[in-house]
């Protein structure tokens, strides 16, 4: 159940660090600062519930890998499901 919570974690923190960004083609606009701030925070609880869940080495490797797959994955899911007029706009 604790890496449920962490993969959970580690997911928002991602999608809140890719909602913050410039490039990001979910919304029109980013989101303000204040959510990498809250990205942050998130990334915290994450590698603190890895390491519980799975020890020190174990759980950074883990909160590490979740999250770059996280990062990954962001963009094509934005190009996939992304809002409709955006994908007519574009050529």
């Given amino acids: ?9 580690n997911a928002g923190c991602a999608l809140l660090l890719y909602l913050a960004s410039p ?3 979910l ?3 980013p989101l303000p600062a204040s959510a990498r ?4 925070v998130l990334g915290a609880v994450s ?3 890895w390491i519980t ?14 999250f770059m ?6 963009p094509y899911l934005a190009w996939r499901f992304g809002p409709a007029v955006a994908k007519e706009g574009r050529r």
């Fill in 1 to 9: 159940m604790t890496a449920l919570l962490a993969l959970a974690a």
């Fill in 23 to 25: 490039q990001q083609r």
């Fill in 27 to 29: 919304r029109a606009m």
């Fill in 37 to 40: 701030l809250s990205a942050t």
């Fill in 47 to 49: 590698l603190a519930l």
């Fill in 53 to 66: 869940a799975a020890g020190i080495g174990a759980g950074i490797a883990a909160a590490l890998i979740t």
């Fill in 69 to 74: 797959l996280s990062c990954v994955s962001l």
